[in-house]
């Protein structure tokens, strides 16, 4: 009770600290070379080398037994065959690709790894591998004084994650996030390490709780779990956007999305009447403010019983989706896994009977409290219960529902761990493993089984799947947001470094409750809020009951016009975004960019917070104050067209740049293009035409592009129903050159055709278009 009181820093309450003592791996024995890797005897435990690819290894140590190579939940890569060459001495062991090259100390036994122009990235010193007596594993790494690390998916504080402290355990938390809140909702044990401009990546593949430790030793730092194998992949780069192609090569990349996700969605706890959620939808169209989604939260159930509707709130659910749908709406339920403990209760009946429940390994079904009550949980562990869940979806599914938003899945329950008892036993797929070692991936698992579910009962549409929690791979099913924030500038101005550090971990399409959740909302947050989700990834304004409502229109027609302009902003930008969500689907590459993604050799970019990119040639800087209207831009290499303004600045300067509330500063890089769209209406939101908008640059300049288009519902896609064009635009002393260098797939877009307009055209300079003399390019193929 008092430890939210001074009372928590009485110095009678100062521990003293304890010595840990970690076993050390020891020296190597002797070593055998396998068909799956390298295997080492060292005189306390094993340990094994693994070649994913010539830029990828895996190193597994096992302080009792033969390293165990399967059973990963977040790996789906599988090793291929990469020509290793191996030499032996006295006091090494070396192993070498065309692009690594791997030293071996043999007493004590300790890694390091060099790139190909022999650099050692990653060292171990005095302490390498180690274990304890109660199974925790580590492992403890030099630290370079010019490291800066980030990724470690989804935590708050700054973007450059040197100097801190970071545990992965799911966690519900409600109260107040500020920097030192940790953990969060979701697990994502990986992060990047950048070091004058070179960069390579750790995944520490363990689900049992962990810790990375950057702050404890300025020369090194350290990982460790509660139990399991130390098991890490070393991603060698030596790019960042290398980094992350290596590491969602492991885990998978996003699907492309429908592009109906990727437009505004409109949220509360709770819209609880079929008639608020009508007069809701009806003056989005009145007042010309696009909406894709509109949620519903926990109060659309009846008494909060999942795949259940309230019948006497929403009467007929099925009209309600079906006429909104006309409208160009769609509806997103919640669901949660806690499944009402009630024998009347179908689901709960079903549960019991097929025992599809969680359950003590004495097979007493474990049940917890949340918004039901008393409830059980799904055992998502398991492929035959992962089936069950996926398969009562179709309630949904057949009214016309294709999004599901999961929530509570870490999972919360209203007790003081906040989450299941760690002594549940998981059927896991055969092999039995408790909820200590599980909990970080129950909230992927659910997200896969409501996927793969809602995904087959569409019936060729893509789905649309929220998540609160996860573990790394959670990309492949889900887009997550943040959780429960608040409507703070400060949240504000956490929430950019929070969904970079996404995107830098593989998870693309992430972003914030705009507005905030809990708290009151004001007219000038919001606006700033909506300006910088206009341009976020996922773009969902979302609030509690018992705060302001915060829909556009609530605070007078002066801001709901801005709110409006910067909506409609986003569907003028929804043929550059969809590209680049193009882009995050093949090639894991994030939407929303931290600036040292693209400029890894420019120093100051390593730990800006307040600026961010939209893919590699625009950079967004919003207003994160109150009553601020000037801020200091810096613009990295290259000159830099303001996009409203059309003023021009001098890259790796620092800008002082003014914007009043209805503006945020763009900046588009010189020499390059953006493709736009253009907003209709709610009732036909795909646009009648394209414009590629393209920046004049210096003499001889070049860039080139991919634009990519599809029908934006279907897998249609995957049988060469797209659009793709890789397109150069060459700037010369008298003329801009746009040319397409490749079109593939046989869709065939409305627009028709490409409309180019020019920025910054010289005097006498002229645009030539795939040597025509007109201002558009030809879809035909």
């Not at 975004?577 to 931290?594: D, E, H, I, N, T």
Request: with cysteine; hydrophobic share 35%; proline share 5%.
């Amino acid at each position: 009770m008092l430890e939210d009181t001074s009372f928590a820093i009485h110095p009678g309450n100062e521990q003293q600290s304890k010595a840990v003592l970690y076993r050390d791996i020891g020296s190597m024995k002797s070593y055998k070379r396998l068909d799956t890797g390298y295997f080492f005897h060292c005189e306390n435990g094993q340990v094994a080398i693994q070649f994913f690819t010539k830029s990828i290894i895996r190193v597994v140590m096992n302080q009792i037994n033969e390293p165990k190579l399967d059973g990963s939940y977040a790996v789906i890569a599988s090793p291929e065959n990469v020509d290793v060459i191996d030499s032996d001495s006295d006091e090494q062991v070396v192993l070498k690709t065309d692009k690594l090259k791997i030293i071996i100390l043999k007493s004590p036994f300790r890694i390091t790894i060099l790139d190909h122009d022999g650099n050692a990235f990653l060292e171990e010193g005095e302490r390498g591998m180690a274990y304890r007596e109660n199974g925790e594993v580590a492992a403890f790494k030099e630290m370079s004084e010019d490291d800066h690390f980030y990724g470690f998916g989804e935590k708050s504080g700054h973007l450059d994650k040197r100097g801190e402290t970071y545990e992965m355990w799911n966690t519900d938390v409600y109260a107040p996030h500020n920097p030192e809140t940790d953990p969060l909702y979701e697990s994502i044990p990986y992060f990047m390490t950048l070091r004058n401009g070179r960069a390579h990546g750790l995944f520490f593949d363990n689900t049992f709780r962990t810790t990375f430790n950057m702050k404890a030793d300025n020369n090194g730092y350290s990982f460790k779990a509660e139990g399991g194998q130390l098991d890490y992949f070393v991603l060698a780069g030596p790019e960042p956007k290398s980094v992350l192609q290596q590491y969602t090569h492991l885990t998978g990349k996003m699907p492309l999305p429908p592009k109906w996700a990727l437009g505004y969605h409109q949220s509360r706890y709770s819209y609880k009447s079929e008639e608020e959620v009508r007069e809701l939808a009806k003056n989005f169209v009145e007042k010309d403010i696009p909406i894709d989604v509109i949620h519903l939260d926990i109060h659309y159930m009846n008494e909060y019983r999942v795949f259940t509707f309230n019948r006497e709130k929403f009467p007929d659910p099925a009209k309600l989706i079906a006429d909104l749908r006309e409208m160009g709406i769609r509806i997103v339920p919640i669901v949660d896994p806690g499944v009402k403990k009630d024998a009347e209760y179908t689901i709960y009946q079903e549960g019991i009977n097929q025992d599809q429940f969680c359950k003590y390994i004495e097979g007493d079904v474990y049940i917890g409290d949340v918004w039901p009550g008393e409830s059980a949980f799904p055992d998502l562990t398991d492929e035959s219960v992962r089936n069950w869940w996926a398969d009562k979806h179709e309630f949904y599914t057949s009214i016309g529902i294709e999004g599901i938003w999961n929530d509570m899945n870490e999972p919360a329950v209203f007790n003081e761990t906040k989450t299941m008892d760690v002594d549940v036993m998981h059927r896991n797929d055969g092999t039995p493993a408790t909820h200590r070692e599980l909990h970080n991936v129950y909230g992927l698992l659910m997200s896969k089984a409501t996927y793969e579910g809602v995904k087959e009962q569409l019936k060729g549409k893509r789905p649309f799947l929220l998540t609160r929690s996860g573990f790394a791979g959670v990309q492949r099913y889900a887009s997550v947001w943040t959780g429960d924030n608040r409507s703070f500038w400060e949240h504000l101005q956490m929430s950019l470094p929070m969904v970079m550090n996404l995107g830098v971990s593989g998870v693309p399409f992430a972003g914030p409750d705009v507005g905030g959740f809990a708290h009151d909302t004001s007219a000038e947050l919001l606006v700033r809020w909506t300006q910088v989700g206009a341009f976020t990834p996922y773009f969902r304004n979302h609030s509690a009951m018992g705060t302001v409502y915060q829909e556009p229109w609530q605070f007078g027609e002066k801001n709901e016009a801005i709110m409006k302009k910067y909506i409609q902003m986003r569907y003028k930008w929804m043929p550059q975004l969809y590209s680049l969500f193009y882009q995050a689907s093949v090639a894991g590459l994030p939407v929303m960019r931290p600036l040292f993604m693209e400029y890894p050799k420019d120093k100051k970019t390593y730990n800006i917070n307040d600026q961010f990119m939209i893919g590699d040639n625009v950079v967004i800087a919003p207003i994160l104050s109150p009553a601020v209207t000037d801020r200091a831009v810096y613009l990295p290499a290259g000159q830099w067209i303001d996009h409203e303004t059309g003023v021009q600045y001098e890259g790796e300067k620092a800008h002082l740049i003014h914007a009043e509330l209805d503006r945020m500063p763009i900046f588009i890089k010189q020499g390059t293009a953006i493709m736009q769209g253009e907003w209709i209406a709610n009732h036909d939101k795909s646009p009648h035409h394209v414009y590629m908008d393209v920046y004049a640059g210096a003499n001889g300049e070049s860039y080139y592009f991919t634009y990519y288009d599809d029908d934006g519902e279907t897998y249609d896609f995957e049988n060469g129903s797209y659009m793709k064009l890789s397109i150069e635009v060459t700037s010369t002393s008298n003329a801009v050159k746009v040319t397409v260098l490749d079109h593939s797939g046989h869709y065939k877009p409305a627009y028709g055709k490409i409309h180019v307009n020019t920025h910054g055209l010289r005097e006498n300079q002229d645009v030539i278009l795939n040597n025509s003399d007109t201002a558009t390019v030809s879809l035909v193929n």
